[in-house]
């Protein structure tokens, strides 16, 4: 079971809040029904009045397993707000995920310069004429590589959206085909063939490290105004990457929430089948789900909550390569293409993706980790589960907003001084989390600690109901 919950402050004559790192003790809690199971639990918390602040107090954690995103909402007046969904955005940018679109920008790569790391039990390529992009991936016991490079927007590669909608630089404007996506700095390169650069890279044999300077995908030879950096490690048959994305921005506006790809992975289209896990019963080796997509559509992906935080492209002898994201829920991905081939350059190709929706600031410092793996389906899930936290999340607002989003409101940016600061204005606003799971025994309230100016301010908290796939 997946939920969200929405902590609702009502405005007084306070104009702002904050929420801090710190929590208080918990008090109490009610049932409420969810969708997709079992009865979940939610919370009504109680605020301490007074003139010049308001305490909030209280502890959740809902249902038979987990959270889905955890969502506060400022409501400015009486009236009832709805969930906002994230299904008319992703059909605007729809085009930015169909490779057969991507392949009539991108039909000729640069010549490959290439840097290898190898254990032997896993072996991993970066492209430095392309961004350090990983290009290829293979497994001691299956040599060919898994990595689909049909165009420069497939690869494993660093992919991040932010607006203003369309993004224009000086008198260039976007590719017609891509004139939704805004600001989208890409690894690879652009939809024009021009390659990012690496401007940095080392390899000791033990660690692989890239800083690239990427290019804007929808323009024609555009820099990112950002810098990209990927490290690189291999344990047995464990690919371990983290990524940074440094903004440097002239653009100051504080742009709406977007998914972001952490990263896009992009196979070989052999690997035909999605697998995962997306039921409520996490890691009790309950069968798996085989996710499926229609790629004729519009958006020919699917969206779907993998609740053990991986997802796996599979042959038909389940072996294949895995990806897991240990802080995500939320997975995009599916087969485009009807072909079921190993040749790279094809234009058939299988997708997965770990996302988060993030508010990319002007100078944000955004910085991530996953994992992949080659191996069978069955020895991938035992890994990636014994890798997991399975802890009931701490958000502690110290630097950053540790996945959380705000909708019809403002906050003091990137980086934060110890706490989360939001700025109320007249329309109802949210605070939204990204989504987790974890036991609800394990942790039967939710604690928060908040503090208005000017002003107290009731609050209530919402479970958001998140898709399953049946």
């Not at 291999?234 to 440097?248: A, E, Q, S, V």
């Not at 492209?313 to 390569?321: F, K």
């Not at 540790?402 to 003091?412: G, L, N």
Request: aromatic share 10%.
């Amino acid at each position: 079971m997946f939920v969200n919950h929405l902590l609702f402050p009502q405005k007084g004559s306070g104009n702002d809040f904050r929420t801090s790192s710190r929590s208080s003790p918990s008090e109490g809690h009610n049932t409420f029904p969810s969708a997709l199971g079992p009865i979940g639990r939610q919370q009504t918390v109680l605020a301490e009045r007074s003139v010049a602040s308001v305490k909030i107090r209280g502890r959740f954690h809902g249902a038979p397993f987990g959270l889905g995103d955890a969502m506060l909402s400022a409501l400015m007046s009486q009236r009832s707000v709805g969930i906002w969904s994230w299904r008319n955005l992703w059909a605007a940018l729809a085009i930015l995920f169909h490779p057969a679109v991507a392949g009539r920008c991108a039909t000729s790569l640069p010549a490959p310069r290439m840097t290898y790391l190898d254990n032997g039990d896993v072996r991993i390529g970066m492209d430095l004429a392309l961004g350090g992009a990983v290009t290829f991936i293979s497994g001691k016991d299956h040599p060919g590589n898994l990595i689909n490079s049909a165009d420069l927007g497939r690869q494993i590669q660093m992919s991040h959206y932010s607006g203003p909608w369309p993004y224009e630089v000086g008198d260039k404007k976007p590719h017609p085909a891509w004139v939704g996506l805004g600001w989208n700095p890409i690894q690879t390169g652009d939809c024009h063939l021009n390659p990012s650069e690496v401007v940095e890279h080392r390899n000791d044999g033990k660690e692989l490290y890239i800083r690239c300077l990427p290019m804007q995908w929808p323009l024609d030879h555009v820099r990112g105004d950002c810098v990209f950096e990927t490290w690189t490690t291999l344990k047995g048959p464990i690919i371990h990457m983290r990524f940074r994305c440094t903004n440097r921005r002239a653009d100051r506006t504080q742009y709406r929430a977007c998914p972001q790809e952490l990263p896009a992975v992009y196979t070989i289209s052999k690997l035909g089948r999605l697998m995962s896990y997306t039921g409520d019963n996490p890691f009790t080796g309950a069968p798996l789900t085989h996710v499926t997509n229609d790629w004729h559509q519009p958006w020919p992906w699917t969206r779907f909550l993998a609740t053990e935080g991986w997802a796996a492209l599979v042959d038909d002898n389940d072996w294949g390569l895995g990806v897991f994201k240990a802080d995500g829920l939320e997975f995009h991905g599916g087969i485009h293409g009807d072909a079921r081939s190993d040749d790279p350059k094809h234009g058939s190709t299988g997708y997965a993706a770990p996302i988060q929706h993030e508010h990319f600031d002007h100078n944000i410092v955004y910085e991530h980790r996953t994992e992949f793996m080659v191996g069978r389906l069955a020895e991938m899930r035992r890994r990636f589960n014994a890798m997991a936290d399975r802890r009931p999340p701490a958000w502690r607002f110290k630097h950053d907003r540790q996945h959380w989003t705000v909708r019809d409101a403002t906050d003091s940016g990137f980086p934060m001084s110890g706490a989360w600061t939001v700025q109320l204005g007249e329309r109802v606003a949210r605070l939204e989390s990204g989504g987790r799971c974890w036991r609800a025994e394990e942790a039967p309230s939710l604690k928060l600690r908040v503090a208005s100016t000017g002003g107290a301010m009731t609050a209530r908290i919402y479970w958001k109901r998140l898709l399953r796939l049946a």
